[in-house]
């Protein structure tokens, strides 16, 4: 008997031609929408955590207790000498150290805030071009070399060879100015290592604020957080804690989640363009086909068979506009992700990396989310009119009252 429900359900649906067919193809350009969008979103995710981690966060990072990364004014206190747990990882090439100072900079006659950045020249933690620190000095020349993001370049009208006085205060509160010359201007799509920063040797920024020996942070490879040897749970030693991957990319994951929420209300919103002309369409079948319901109820079928021809008749419009949308749209959704997804001029200023493609990247469980979604919807947008059959009278349909 169920059998004969759906073999029903498929017939009267394929016997309304063309109605049928423009619901099935304007649902399936909803669900095929709602699976790039989200897959996009998955792949903007992917790609900010593997870019932030490769140029920035590394897989983990040892903060002085006082370091705030938002607030620029922690920076005074936020610095202590590495202990010798720290200063072996980091010798061993597994780990870098980072010195972080608020200074000014003066390019081109105007003054501009940045922080002065110091890191070891020969690391291989970061993709930072510190190798250019090394070989951009210039022998008998005093200017110190950095490197800057080619963000702050533009900004300040820099190019490579240029020189410039930054001003800072050493451990001591005095105020001091030096020459720095651009040796290196990087590409990233991390804000937050491009954004007002100049990144010079290490032991250079030691040097000119006396903090010898002393690190804002410690970068941490795979390799270090493979072996276990940090407690995640809190403060290392008096001045340090550890701060795994999960903790330095919630603004990440907070951002996306505020994404997705937008994108779950912009499914919703097409779903109920699409769902509506279904809604329409029973509507309309239930008034015309009367005589046909009330034929039903009075061979013996129940009233909620009859309900759940119509509602599979309604469902069964989702059925076949996901099999048209895989049809259709997974060639064109992988031609996508094949080629990337250009971003336009100004997306950098959202604080978040985005390269200048996104690669959407769509999961299993992803799509099979989007298929239920759009399943289970049109279930409930075809049950709802479907219902007003329980409350027919069989002889009233048999002469085709109106409901």
Not at 209 to 221: M, N
Not at 234 to 240: F, I, P, R
Not at 279 to 301: C, V
Request: proline share 4%; charged share 20%.
């Amino acid at each position: 008997m169920e059998w004969l429900s759906i073999k029903l359900a498929f017939r009267n649906l394929l016997g309304s031609g063309k109605r049928t067919w423009l619901n099935v193809t304007v649902l399936s350009i909803a669900f095929v929408v709602i699976v790039f969008y989200n897959g996009l979103l998955d792949g903007w995710n992917l790609q900010a955590k593997r870019d932030t981690k490769a140029w920035e966060t590394g897989s983990g990072r040892i903060d002085h207790v006082l370091y705030d990364q938002f607030d620029p004014l922690s920076l005074v206190d936020a610095h202590a000498p590495l202990g010798d747990m720290l200063k072996a990882e980091i010798e061993s090439g597994r780990a870098v150290a980072v010195l972080a100072v608020q200074a000014s900079a003066y390019p081109n006659g105007r003054m501009v805030n940045v922080l002065l950045k110091g890191i070891d020249p020969a690391q291989k933690t970061l993709l930072l071009p510190t190798a250019a620190l090394d070989s951009g000095r210039v022998e008998g020349d005093p200017a110190i070399p950095v490197i800057v993001g080619d963000r702050t370049a533009k900004s300040a009208k820099l190019k490579e060879g240029d020189v410039m006085i930054v001003r800072w205060r050493d451990v001591n509160g005095t105020f001091d100015a030096r020459e720095v010359r651009i040796a290196g201007i990087f590409k990233t799509t991390v804000p937050t290592v491009d954004g007002g920063q100049l990144w010079m040797p290490l032991e250079d920024l030691r040097e000119m604020t006396s903090l010898y020996g002393e690190a804002t942070y410690v970068v941490l490879s795979d390799e270090v957080i493979a072996s276990g040897d940090f407690d995640s749970t809190g403060v290392l030693s008096g001045e340090w804690r550890y701060v795994d991957e999960n903790a330095l990319m919630k603004e990440i994951d907070d951002i996306i989640k505020t994404k997705r929420a937008s994108s779950m209300i912009m499914s919703m919103l097409l779903l109920g363009i699409a769902l509506l002309a279904i809604f329409d369409t029973q509507i309309l079948s239930i008034f015309r086909r009367q005589k046909e319901i009330g034929t039903y109820i009075a061979l013996g079928m129940t009233r909620l068979r009859v309900v759940g021809i119509f509602t599979i008749e309604g469902t069964v419009h989702s059925v076949l506009a996901i099999l048209l949308g895989l049809i259709w749209g997974m060639p064109l959704l992988k031609l996508i992700q094949y080629v990337g997804l250009p971003m336009p001029a100004g997306t950098d200023q959202v604080g978040l990396a985005i390269a200048d493609k996104i690669v959407p990247a769509y999961s299993a469980g992803m799509i099979m989310a989007s298929v239920v979604l759009v399943i289970v919807t049109s279930f409930i947008v075809s049950y709802i009119p479907a219902r007003k059959i329980s409350k027919m009278k069989p002889t009233e349909a048999l002469r085709g009252k109106l409901l």
